[in-house]
């Protein structure tokens, strides 16, 4: 969330978060893997429907 839709850098969070840097890096890897997991399956799951149109 501070990342993507508050515009924090990853050496503000991490200082914000009292992690190291790598370690936000880390979760931010783990996170979008999990949310690309997560889309692949409804896609998977709503084939033949009309999910997203390309502009």
Sequence with gaps: MLYYFNDFS???IA???SSLE???KSRLFAAKSRLRK???EEHT????????EKR
């Design 10 to 12: 990853i050496k503000e």
């Design 45 to 52: 799951q709503r084939k033949g429907e009309l999910v997203y």
């Design 22 to 24: 790598t370690t936000v």
């Design 38 to 40: 997560a889309l692949a």
């Design 15 to 17: 200082q914000i978060t």
